[in-house]
């Protein structure tokens, strides 16, 4: 099936292990040369935007939006953000209308679906994003696919600990004022906090540790802090808990009712089963569905227990094949509209 060779294309890309396509980078930009050259195959009109995001027209219904993103976490999955944009592109060139987009950077904080959405630019009526679901739901409830209902608030920023660097063979363990160590105890506390929280979660995904050297005490530890909760009253109490200030911050928002119901129409007509589920990860339908946009998303079964954000991500080839037809389908029926 050409979707899956394209992703497997785009997987190569950057060298293994898993996806290496981040933002900015080399290997994002191949991506994005690829894919280009894939929209104009499938009889687009191509532009690239100020912000590097991809814009494929096909000759009707420009309106009505279509993609995801391309750049990929280090070591990533095969699906994240390649599936979209790939079905994206076969869906559109298959319907002969609707727009095709590829954005940059959404794993950094969807850079490029802001930048598209900035005050004074155009916006769709439409946008429609085929993701995998990144988690157990579909697969545990024996569903191929899944209708977003929400995506949750998120927000990023760091803690900084600041200890006294010293040498680690002569200096008395209770003279120390070791900040990793005190790190340590701040990452239980962030766990702890989450945990407490319903719905909440809460990651510290990298550590910096100055001065670094085996040998010596640390001086300063950077600790970076991923915040998330279905609602914004819980992603602030979470906040204040962990004492965070964050540089960025996405608020949790609904899809399209209009959107949402034309994928479950599609998925009932078919005869499949119609599960609905909020999304715990962050996608680029988020932050068009903020600025306006009627957005909707449709997820994908993952399997081994909806692992992402690695190379075991999964999902088979026939729910892939599955989604695309109801992705385009779905195109069909809001552009009709
Ligand atoms: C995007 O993948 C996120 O971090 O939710
Ligand atoms: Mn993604
Ligand atoms: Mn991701």
Redesign the pocket.
């Known amino acids: 099936m050409r979707v899956i060779e394209r992703l497997d294309e785009l997987y190569a890309i950057g060298g293994g292990p898993g996806a290496n396509r981040p933002h900015p980078s080399a290997a994002e930009d191949l991506a994005f040369d690829v894919a280009s050259a894939w929209m104009t195959e499938a009889g687009l009109a191509v532009e690239t935007d100020a912000a590097g995001n991809l814009v494929g027209r096909s000759g009707g219904r420009p309106d009505v939006w279509v993609g995801s993103h391309l750049d990929s ?1 280090p070591q ?1 999955g095969r699906f ?2 390649a599936l979209g944009v790939v079905a994206a592109i076969e869906a559109v060139g298959r319907a002969g209308f609707g727009t095709a987009v590829a954005f940059r950077g ?2 950094v904080g969807c850079v490029g679906s802001r930048a598209m959405c900035a005050p004074s630019r155009p916006l769709p009526a439409f946008f429609l994003e085929l993701h995998v679901e990144q988690g157990p739901v579909l697969e545990r409830e024996g569903a191929p696919l899944g209708v977003v209902t929400a995506i949750v608030g998120y927000a990023r920023g760091e803690l900084v600990l600041e200890g006294r660097p010293g040498h680690a063979g002569t200096t008395p363990m209770v003279d120390r004022d070791d900040a990793l160590v005190a790190a340590a105890e701040e990452i239980l506390r962030i766990r702890d906090a989450a945990s407490a929280l319903e719905g909440a979660v809460a990651t510290v995904g990298r550590v910096e540790v100055e001065p670094g050297g085996s040998n010596v005490i640390p001086g300063r530890v950077r600790l970076s802090v991923d915040a998330r909760a279905p609602d914004a009253e819980t992603l602030d109490r979470l906040l204040s808990a962990i004492g965070v200030e964050t540089a960025q911050r996405t608020e949790p928002v609904a899809m399209s009712a209009r959107v949402r119901t034309a994928f479950v129409d599609e998925l009932s007509a078919r005869g499949l089963p119609v599960v609905e589920l909020a999304s715990g ?1 962050g996608h680029d339908a988020g932050i068009l569905a903020a600025a306006g946009v009627e957005s909707g998303m449709l997820f994908v079964r993952s399997l081994n227990d909806g692992i992402s ?1 690695s190379p075991d991500e999964l999902s088979s080839d026939e729910d892939v094949a599955l989604a695309v037809d109801v992705l385009a389908a779905t195109l069909g029926r809001l552009a009709g509209s």
């Open positions: 976490v990533g994240d953000g959404e794993e990860a954000h």
